[in-house]
């Protein structure tokens, strides 16, 4: 992290409680930026009323300056790079240096005063995603105030009066602005640390981008289009891994400022949700699940304890939501035999590629890319290509993992007899045609059941 000072002289500063409180009364508080893409373990709060902070995947949380007992932030709108995974970086617009912006974190019943700047090209606006607020404050343009126009700062104030999950995103040129990345997440912590305390709080947004391959910045005014699904703006496997200790209560809030409905699924555990947009659920109203959908505009707490130790996937259920960019324009040519035919085809057609078991595994497939492109599925694992992207990434449990560490523990090393493995006996007897499937046509003779199955993804050069 720097400041904004330090970052034009270009001498990086570490964030402390000075760096926020240096400013005078009558000056905007400073607007820290951040410029790394990894996860920003959380400081304690420095002042204020204590709590127990989250941690933004990916991400980090606005310090802020107390003045007269009011919690004041500075978000800047601008324009960022924000790498997306590691070789892929978008053009996008978001707050203080990345996108999505900073989380803020305040206590039920703090006094908040944010001051908003924008250097966009165009007016914004910032709403504030399930607040009970002054409607004035509510940051609709047209509505509720006129739009910031650009070079302009406004002042927004109200009393964080519900403990909860909330975001913020602009509420003026929506297609265009959310399709650019500007949005963030907001956690107001409960009056009493000791309440719903867990062990580990994480939160990120669910987003999606439309980039053309090749390219840089997201096409805007897309409704259903979009080629890339991200945790915080970044793509599995640049997104990180939550890593907590064996017996955690592990919670996860995620909040969905995308087009469409994303149903997160967790491995190895059940959860129950614990908290909604309205707030914290009754206990007596929860229940287990093993998969629970965001819909879009909402926000979702899930708690569990984490006390099956290995490397669990964590994701978005909907297949290609964990694909990235290519993944629609791929004809499905599954079931036809490419053999020989992709060999021809690409004489042709360098870029040729088919899906399928006669056309090799998308994961393991080495096509050229356009520069600035990631692999459609990617990511390598302790035993091969985990053929993912998009909205994927690993729970690690370890019993090892002391509290308040972060840092990735590296692969789950199993236990001996907790591995699947090979079977080793007999092969199986004949199938009952030899040649059955494989065929764009039904051959002569065809059996009445196709008994081949084809999936697309191969299990060449891999377990
Ligand atoms: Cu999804």
Redesign the pocket.
């Known amino acids: 992290m720097r400041s904004r000072r330090d970052f034009f002289t270009g001498a990086a500063a570490l964030v402390g409680a000075g760096l926020v409180s240096r400013a005078g009364a009558a000056t905007l508080p400073e607007a820290p930026i951040m410029s790394s893409a990894a996860t920003q373990p959380p400081p304690p709060p420095p002042n204020g009323r204590p709590y127990n902070p989250v941690v933004t995947l990916n991400g980090w949380s606005l310090p802020w300056r107390m003045n007269n007992g009011v919690k004041e932030f500075h978000l800047i709108a601008e324009p960022v790079v924000r790498e997306i995974a590691p070789g892929m970086k978008a053009n996008l617009w978001g707050y203080n240096g990345q996108s999505p912006g900073p989380t803020i974190e305040v206590v039920e019943g703090d006094r908040v005063r944010i001051f908003v700047t924008n250097r966009l090209p165009e007016h914004t606006s910032i709403h504030w995603h399930g607040q009970r607020l002054p409607n004035g404050m509510d940051g609709v343009t047209g509505l509720t105030q006129p739009g910031i126009q650009p070079g302009k700062t406004f002042v927004y104030e109200f009393v964080a009066r519900r403990p909860g999950t909330f975001m913020y995103h602009p509420h003026a040129d929506e297609m265009v602005q959310m399709a650019m990345g500007m949005m963030g997440f907001w956690v107001t912590h409960p009056r009493n640390p000791a309440q719903h305390r867990v062990d580990r709080d994480f939160v990120f947004l669910l987003n999606a981008y439309d980039i053309d391959p090749g390219s840089y910045t997201p096409r805007v005014n897309e409704m259903l289009n979009f080629n890339l699904?991200t945790f915080n703006s970044r793509a599995f496997p640049g997104i990180d891994t939550m890593n907590v200790r064996r017996n955690d209560r592990v919670r996860i809030r995620v909040g969905n400022l995308t087009m469409t409905n994303?149903p997160i699924h967790v491995h190895g555990h059940e959860f129950e949700v614990t908290g909604t947009d309205g707030g914290w659920t009754r206990p007596e109203s929860r229940w287990p699940e093993v998969t629970t959908d965001v819909a879009v505009g909402q926000m979702r707490a899930i708690e569990f304890i984490a006390d099956e130790p290995g490397d669990w996937a964590f994701h978005?259920h909907?297949s290609h939501?964990t694909m990235n960019a290519m993944g629609h324009d791929v004809p499905n040519l599954i079931g036809v035999d490419h053999r020989g035919v992709a060999e021809k085809i690409a004489r042709l057609v360098p870029d040729y590629m088919v899906m399928g078991d006669k056309g090799g595994s998308m994961g393991d497939m080495e096509m050229p890319l356009p520069d600035n492109t990631l692999p459609m599925m990617t990511g390598q694992g302790p035993f091969g290509g985990v053929e993912m992207g998009g909205?994927f990434t690993v729970l690690k449990v370890r019993k090892d993992q002391k509290p308040g560490d972060y840092s990735d523990p590296g692969w789950y090393r199993h236990p001996p007899g907790t591995l699947a493995y090979e079977w080793k006996g007999e092969p199986p007897a004949a199938l009952r045609k030899q040649d059955a499937g494989g065929q764009s046509m039904p051959a002569a003779n065809a059996p009445e059941v196709e008994v081949t199955v084809r999936k697309p993804t191969g299990h060449q050069g891999h377990h």
């Open positions: 699904w994303h978005c909907k939501h909205m």
